[in-house]
């Protein structure tokens, strides 16, 4: 079977990575490449009901996690796999890195709760590749501020989205070949700038 590629964005949020998505997918298909372009939360039907629950219903940290899950179990369900199957590769906006740094990080769940989940919905399947928007939370904060009305997530204090930002440093140490580290403090053309360059060298 013809296998696509799955590439994920990460990053808290306000890092900037949404800014470069679609723009990212072009140059891949510039190559010749069928891309997907989804997210998580989200990324198929139900994946993206639950999202508006997500983002918007008062809920327990329990039932947060379990919901991302039941999510991405459809989302892979339906539409990555899928795609992956027919050869397309799937552009990402996050995927379980964001769980470990969002609900392990930020609301402090158990990390092996969370290992456990992933090896149930996903086992043995990673992106092949992550691209992890970095920039200080303070600076993530003021660029959130001036976007748009905040979301359950973003509406969290200074000190979740340090602990978020922890959380992804954890998981860059587990697996650091995967990752590719975007300064996101520097100006949207020189992180396009940046990514050309590992387009152009690492796929
Ligand atoms: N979540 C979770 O908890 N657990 C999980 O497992 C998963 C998700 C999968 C989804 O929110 C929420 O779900 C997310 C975590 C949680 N919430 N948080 N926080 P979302 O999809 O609505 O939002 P987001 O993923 O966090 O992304 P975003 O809103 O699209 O933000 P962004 O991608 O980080 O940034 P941006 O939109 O590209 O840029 C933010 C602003 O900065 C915007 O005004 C830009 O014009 C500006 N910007 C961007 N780049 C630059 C540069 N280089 N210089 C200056 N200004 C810039």
Do not use: N
Not at 16 to 28: D, V
Not at 75 to 99: I, K, N, Y
């Amino acid at each position: 079977m013809t296998r696509g590629r799955f590439i994920t964005f990460e990053g808290i949020d306000g890092a900037g990575k949404s800014t470069h998505l679609e723009w990212f997918a072009a140059q891949l298909a510039a190559r010749g490449v069928e891309v997907l372009l989804s997210r998580e939360p989200g990324g198929s039907e139900l994946a993206e009901t639950l999202r508006t629950l997500l983002l918007g219903a008062a809920m327990s940290s329990e039932t947060e996690l379990l919901l991302i899950f039941a999510a991405r179990h459809d989302h892979l369900e339906r539409t990555v796999l899928p795609a992956m199957a027919r050869g397309a590769w799937v552009l990402c906006d996050r995927f379980t890195d964001s769980t470990y740094a969002y609900q392990g990080g930020g609301r402090g769940m158990a990390l092996e709760r969370i290992a456990t989940l992933e090896s149930w919905v996903h086992p043995g399947f990673a992106p092949d590749r992550t691209y992890l928007f970095h920039v200080d939370p303070a600076l993530a904060a003021t660029r959130r501020s001036r976007a748009r009305a905040a979301d359950r997530f973003e509406a969290e204090d200074f000190t979740f989205f340090s602990r978020v930002a922890e959380g992804y440093a954890r998981r860059i140490a587990v697996d650091p070949g995967r990752f590719f580290v975007v300064d996101g403090t520097q100006s949207v053309s020189e992180v396009r700038a940046e990514l050309e360059q590992d387009i152009s060298t690492y796929w």
